[in-house]
């Protein structure tokens, strides 16, 4: 019977050590995860009504850790030219392989009038200021992590 006990004992113990530990290094993911970089690449447009129309942008994503992570889900706000133009979600998670570069491809819905000055930009190519700012949701093995970012820069449009 002590013996049993003593099984029991230890086997509890080591169900806790793990729970410990994976605590510690879900919570330590912070300092293994770094995050991947999101380069807007393309902005192609498709009219979608008189009033409206689909921006599709294109991401290169890249992850610089050494495993592969998920991106789960990808909420992002995009403005042109200081004005914003739309919002939009990821559809499906996307699985970014190691220290490689993915390319991602997510809608806008834009409305014309939200456009303003921006439209001839992104209609001629032009060169074309924009922000965008996003929330990412990122899935490893050793679990999940949120971060918000936001990034400035220019691109040139593409007709499409």
């Known amino acids: 019977m002590k ?3 003593e099984k029991k ?12 530990l994976s605590f510690f290094l879900v919570s330590c993911l912070n300092w293994i995860l770094e995050k991947p970089s999101f380069v807007l690449r393309e902005i192609i447009l498709s009219p979608r009504s008189f009033t409206e129309m689909n921006l599709l942008l294109g991401f290169e994503v890249q992850n ?19 004005e914003v133009i739309g919002n939009g979600h ?16 997510v809608p806008v819905v834009a409305k014309f009038k939200d456009l303003g000055g921006s ?8 060169d074309l200021p924009y922000r965008i700012e996003a929330k990412a949701e990122i899935g490893t093995s050793f679990g999940s992590h949120i971060f918000s970012f936001s990034k400035e820069d220019r691109i040139n449009s593409k007709k499409k």
């Open 3 to 5: 013996k049993w006990n």
């Open 9 to 20: 004992v230890m086997a509890h113990r080591k169900i806790v050590i793990v729970l410990v």
């Open 64 to 82: 610089p850790n050494r495993f592969d992570i998920t991106l789960k889900s990808f909420e992002y706000t995009l403005s042109l030219k200081d």
């Open 90 to 105: 990821l559809e499906k998670a996307v699985l970014i392989p190691s220290s490689s570069t993915t390319t991602l491809q």
């Open 119 to 126: 439209l001839k930009a992104v209609i001629t190519g032009d």
